[in-house]
């Protein structure tokens, strides 16, 4: 099943090809952990701050299909956009995975 991305960039900040490539590559790393992923948002913005290593932010959204802990949310802000982005993937990439051991969990308990 293909798994749909949408690309936003904000304030003006167009997404190249570079990046959406990229992002497609750890998009098809997320699905090793979760073959119900249906959507992935990514929006993309750059911010002018005192601060150079928080200029890039990328904020993610992730959709899947079932019933719990469906929607993931996960945000990183980075001076480089893609360091960002490899932050917030790894970040979905914990959450994933600890949903998968609760409801592991869960599935023991309905069988008790």
């Known amino acids: 099943k293909e798994i749909q991305v949408i690309y936003q960039g904000l304030h003006g900040l ?3 090809e ?29 911010r002018d701050t005192d601060k150079p ?6 904020r993610v959204r992730l959709n899947l299909m079932g019933r719990y802990f469906s929607n ?3 945000k990183a802000k980075a001076a480089d956009m893609y360091a960002a ?6 970040i979905l ?6 949903r998968k051991r609760i ?10």
């Open 14 to 16: 167009e997404t190249t």
């Open 18 to 46: 570079a990046m959406k490539e990229y992002v497609q590559k750890k998009v098809e790393e997320l699905s090793k952990h979760s073959q119900k992923i249906s959507d992935v948002t990514f929006s993309f913005s750059c």
């Open 53 to 58: 290593s928080e200029r890039m932010k990328v």
């Open 72 to 74: 993931f949310n996960a």
């Open 85 to 90: 982005i490899d932050t917030v993937v790894a």
């Open 93 to 98: 990439e914990r959450k994933l995975r600890r």
């Open 103 to 112: 409801l592991s969990v869960f599935r023991k308990k309905k069988e008790i």
